[in-house]
């Protein structure tokens, strides 16, 4: 069965220093997504990506973070300058249509030290 | 605003007992529904979910769910409990005119041998 895959599945980092958080998406799927879980908390959406655009973003998604599709398998979540309270869980999605269900992958645990 | 209630954050029960997850939500539209499930230091996995039609969804693993209208609610249920179904459960909500879901704070569930 198809699934999202995420790398790495942990990463440290130090507080001010830009992360690369990798995802591959289901190959037919078309709308990709980021989500992060601070710990202890819910699972709070941050990003969807449609067509190589943006197409709905939370008001955590502020000029820190970029996201891409360098090529067609990948989709990234960029933190330019990482801060404490950006350590959490990211978890990438995909959904083959807008209102299609959206399949996670496993998660990169983030710490910023 | 729209919001998703788990108003049960721990629940324990006796392997063999059967398990109802209580989800409540508040939205303006017809809510796409999902139920995942998250076992320790892994990712979100899809349990089951109501876009339209019946009312009662048969999920993975013996979940079902009920979509109560009427209550707001979408409970999961499980007639039997197994000791691997210890895991944290989130309830998802989504509707029409935007990508993300909201989830519930989730719901730890502990099985008792």
């Known amino acids: 069965e198809p699934e999202v895959t995420q790398t790495p599945s942990h990463q440290v980092t130090q507080m001010g220093q830009e992360v690369i958080l990798r995802c591959v998406p289901i190959?037919?799927?078309?709308?990709f997504y980021w989500y992060r879980q601070i710990l202890g908390q819910k699972v709070e959406f941050l990003v969807s990506?449609?067509?190589?655009?943006?197409?709905?973003k939370s008001e955590i998604f502020d000029d820190q973070f970029s996201v891409e599709r360098p090529d067609g398998s990948n989709f990234t979540l960029k933190i330019r300058s990482t801060k404490l309270e950006d350590s959490a869980m990211y978890f990438c999605?995909?959904?083959?249509?807008?209102?299609?269900?959206?399949?996670f992958g496993p998660g990169t645990r983030l710490l910023v030290l | 605003a729209q919001s998703v209630t788990q108003p049960d954050i721990h629940i324990t029960v006796s392997e063999g007992a059967s398990l109802e997850l209580r989800c409540n939500y508040s939205?303006?539209?017809?809510?796409?529904l999902f139920w995942y499930v998250q076992s320790p230091g892994q990712g979100l996995q899809l349990l089951l979910k109501?876009?339209?039609?019946?009312?009662l969804v048969q999920g993975i693993k013996g979940f079902e769910a009920e979509f109560k209208r009427s209550q707001s609610s979408f409970n999961l249920r499980k007639p039997s409990v197994h000791w691997s179904d210890a895991a944290e459960y989130f309830c998802?909500?989504?509707?029409?005119?935007?990508?993300?879901?909201?989830f519930g704070t989730g719901t730890r569930l502990k099985v008792l041998a």
């Open positions: 190959s037919n799927h078309l709308y």
């Open positions: 998802a909500v989504g509707t029409s005119g935007t990508y993300k879901y909201i």
């Open positions: 109501y876009f339209s039609g019946d009312t």
């Open positions: 990506f449609y067509n190589n655009e943006i197409s709905e």
């Open positions: 939205y303006g539209a017809t809510p796409y």
């Open positions: 999605a995909s959904s083959e249509l807008q209102q299609a269900t959206q399949y």
